[in-house]
């Protein structure tokens, strides 16, 4: 949905593939537990040409650091419109698991954790 009809004038926010340290704590996204942005900018790239394909550019010039609050929580919602940028996972068990280890490390760690995105092209190099 929101890569036809942006919130952003911008376009729609992508999350840079990159690690993020301390850059997320425990939180809620629309009332659901998450992992929120909280402790550091995040680089986005946008995209705004309205054809549904996610636009990797791949290029620095088009990253833009900032606090967009690209929040990481599941993919659960009554249609597509479940997130403008944040991460989901598609499987809410999975979530609950990253929930669940991100608890017992905040006991001893500290409430900010860091989130490294990989893309998938990435993983053969």
């Known amino acids: 949905h929101y890569l036809e009809d942006p919130i952003n004038p911008a376009g729609t926010a992508i999350l ?3 690690q ?3 850059a997320y704590k425990l939180g809620k996204h629309r009332g659901r537990p998450a992992l929120v942005q ?3 900018p995040v680089k986005v790239w946008r995209d705004n040409n309205l054809d549904q394909i996610l636009d990797w550019r791949g290029s620095n010039e088009h990253e833009t650091p900032g606090w967009y609050g690209i929040n990481i929580h599941d993919a659960t919602g009554p249609d597509d419109r479940v997130s403008a940028g944040c991460q989901v996972f598609a499987d809410k068990h ?3 698991r990253l929930l ?3 608890q ?3 006991q001893h760690y500290g ?3 860091t989130y490294t995105l990989i ?3 990435h993983l053969d190099d």
């Open 16 to 18: 840079v593939p990159g």
């Open 20 to 22: 993020y340290r301390g």
């Open 38 to 40: 909280h402790g550091a």
């Open 94 to 96: 999975d979530l609950e």
């Open 100 to 102: 669940d280890l991100a």
């Open 104 to 106: 017992a490390s905040e």
């Open 111 to 113: 409430e900010r954790f």
């Open 119 to 121: 893309a998938a092209g």
